[in-house]
């Protein structure tokens, strides 16, 4: 299942390597691809073993604002 998440205080490709190695290592996140440009986050998931509750309170562990998903 792929759902897009908007994210707010990315600025760099950095932010965007932090966020999508931090998910893709999340069990059950297949494939995660953030994009500071256009201020989002899509990631490819196993609903039944990841929840997007958890990686959207992963991507604030982060350091990064979660405003919609």
Excluded: W, Y
């Amino acid at each position: 299942m792929e759902r897009t998440i908007t994210v707010e205080g990315m600025t760099c490709g950095g932010c965007e390597a932090t966020v999508t190695r931090a998910l893709e290592k999340m069990q059950g996140v297949t494939s995660a691809r953030a994009d500071h440009e256009t201020n989002s986050v899509t990631v490819d998931l196993d609903p039944e073993v990841a929840q997007l509750s958890e990686i959207t309170g992963r991507i604030g562990e982060l350091g990064f604002t979660v405003v919609g998903s």
